[in-house]
Structure formats: C-alpha cells, structure tokens
C-alpha cells in the first residue's frame, strides 16, 4: 500500500514558477513508476509527466503542452517526486495529481489545486 500526499499548490500569475511535491508513504518507492497528471476545470484527467523506476534509470516522459517549461525529478532516499513549473500559462490551471504505478498497482493522491492568472 502506498499512500501519496501533493503540496506546492497555489495561485500564480501567468509567467511564474511552482513547484509540486508529493511525498510517499510506504516501503519500496524506488520501484514505482512516479506520475504527474491534472485536471483542468470541466475536463478530464490527463498526463502532464512521468518519470520512471531505478529500473529504468529514472526515464522522463512529458505532454507536449508542458515540454521545455516542466521538469520532473525524484529523491527515492525522501520518498518524494517534484515537479517543477516554469513559464506558467493560464491553460495550465488544473487541480495535479500524483500518481505510483507498478505492475498492476496504481495508487492516486488527493490533489492539489494550481491556479495561473492572466
């Protein structure tokens, strides 16, 4: 069982930088595949980064809509998966989602809202 818990959330203007975190609970983190996804208001759920197990060497995968503006990382040792936001659009106002993938296993958090002003 792993439990995911997101921070960083917030408001900020169109331009500006967050910075995500979401924290694990539970042993063997290392071998989760770590996602990003978000939700923006009336939409559904999609990709905005993976990045992948110490199988894997950590492989990165983003949308195209965040390429060259998001950067996913990971600290097995803190258990925790970044995602830092650069260049922030209005577009990119969404509540975001982590998510542990391995095997059949998938586990969500609860969300953090990210809100870009114009």
């Known amino acids: 069982q792993v439990q995911l818990v997101e921070s960083g959330g917030g408001l900020v203007q169109a331009g500006g930088s967050l910075r995500l975190s979401c924290a694990a609970s539970?042993?063997?983190?290392?071998?989760?595949?770590m996602g990003w996804y978000r939700q923006p208001p009336g939409k559904q759920r999609e990709l905005v980064a993976t990045?992948?197990?110490?199988?894997?060497?950590?492989?990165?995968n983003y949308a195209d809509s965040v390429k060259g503006r998001f950067a996913v990382s990971r600290d097995n040792a803190k258990k925790t998966v970044y995602l830092q936001m650069n260049s922030l659009k209005p577009e990119d106002t969404a509540v975001y989602y982590c998510?542990?993938?391995?095997?059949?296993?998938?586990?969500w958090g609860q969300g953090t809202q990210v809100t870009v002003s114009s």
């Open positions: 998510n542990a993938q391995w095997s059949t296993r998938t586990y």
């Open positions: 539970g042993t063997l983190f290392s071998i989760y595949t």
């Open positions: 990045i992948g197990n110490i199988g894997d060497g950590g492989s990165t």
